[in-house]
């Protein structure tokens, strides 16, 4: 038979609703520190597991988050969506995990759906630039959005720091010597694409640079849209000597691309990404790309959420940036002219 709270208090000697106190994180401070560590102890020996159905009973709570991706084919999002799981499973939540395939329909639905379920709050990698939706969804539910932000409501966020990754992009190429320098953004509906862009803008002016072209915005997150836009920029400007990608995909259909008009990478064209996705150190040419903190960015939205059903609602909004580093590969080199 499984251990149950009361048995860890016998154990103890202290009443039941200590011991559930000192083994929830959110409210373990309001126990002695010593107290705290023999219930954890006599927990771990009985095997005891809390079960968050009793608990939901006696909160009116569910003890699970809805966890909703636009792309679980994109590499980016296990990372995070492993954070999350690993910090919501040590105070006792489960993650719901859903995916949307960037639709906003699929995206209602299974909203609907979770709220069903009676999840008590949401962690969103699917924020457009306008996406109403966020604003009747904030109004019943705590919100945290993950990877992205939203311009249409002010919601607690966790993301990487766009601005400092393109930043080093940039600066990494103006390091080497280019000064043609191209960017392929994100969609134009995407909050991060939009984001990315506007850090590239900034990035070049900083450096006293006009970018090659203007951004060309792919139409989705993926490699063959962004080979037809590189494709573009590169039959429009022959002597583009560099190129900042949204992503990592993006930036593996840049090279694709340029393969394609014989141009090779990075003797003829320097291509950064972002993200540092599984396996960019692996393609040809490994690629040089600005690495996301993932399973942090997760691991940080997940403590977020925690902290805004133990306030419920009543702290500040927290839009939290983590920092990106960039990693250097072998698609970045000189240009040819400066070599």
């Not at 949401?122 to 109403?132: G, Q, S």
């Not at 560099?242 to 141009?263: C, E, P, T, W």
Request: aromatic letters at 2%; one cysteine or more.
């Amino acid at each position: 038979m499984a251990a149950t709270l009361k048995d860890v208090a016998k154990k103890v000697g202290i009443h039941p609703a200590t011991v559930s106190r000192a083994l929830n994180p959110n409210t373990a401070h309001l126990v002695n520190a010593a107290t705290v560590i023999k219930v954890r102890k006599a927990a771990a020996a009985l095997n005891y597991v809390p079960n968050p159905m009793a608990a939901g009973l006696r909160t009116s709570r569910s003890h699970t988050i809805g966890v909703v991706i636009p792309d679980l084919n994109n590499p980016v999002f296990p990372g995070m969506v492993r954070g999350i799981q690993d910090t919501l499973s040590r105070t006792g939540y489960t993650p719901l995990l859903v995916n949307t395939d960037n639709d906003p329909e699929s995206e209602a639905h299974v909203i609907a759906a979770l709220s069903a379920r009676r999840v008590d709050g949401f962690i969103l990698a699917t924020a457009r630039r306008d996406h109403p939706l966020l604003v009747e969804l904030s109004e019943k539910f705590p919100i945290v959005l993950i990877n992205r932000v939203s311009e249409s409501v002010q919601l607690p966020s966790v993301s990487a720091d766009d601005l400092h990754g393109i930043r080093l992009a940039v600066e990494h190429l103006y390091g080497l010597g280019h000064r043609s320098i191209a960017h392929i953004a994100g969609p134009a509906w995407s909050s991060s694409g939009h984001e990315r862009s506007q850090a590239f803008s900034k990035a070049m002016r900083d450096h006293d640079l006009v970018p090659a072209r203007r951004p060309v915005a792919v139409t989705a997150w993926s490699i063959e849209s962004a080979r037809e836009a590189a494709l573009r920029l590169l039959n429009d400007d022959p002597t583009l000597t560099a190129i900042v990608a949204a992503n990592d995909q993006i930036a593996l259909g840049a090279i694709a691309a340029a393969k394609s008009m014989k141009r090779r990478c990075p003797r003829d064209l320097s291509v950064v990404g972002y993200n540092d996705m599984p396996l960019m150190d692996l393609v040809d040419p490994p690629l040089t790309t600005v690495r996301v903190p993932q399973h942090d960015i997760g691991a940080e939205s997940a403590r977020l959420m925690l902290s805004l059903l133990v306030e419920e609602g009543s702290t500040p909004i927290k839009q939290v940036r983590l920092t990106p580093e960039l990693i250097i590969r072998s698609s970045t080199a000189p240009p040819r002219s400066a070599s």
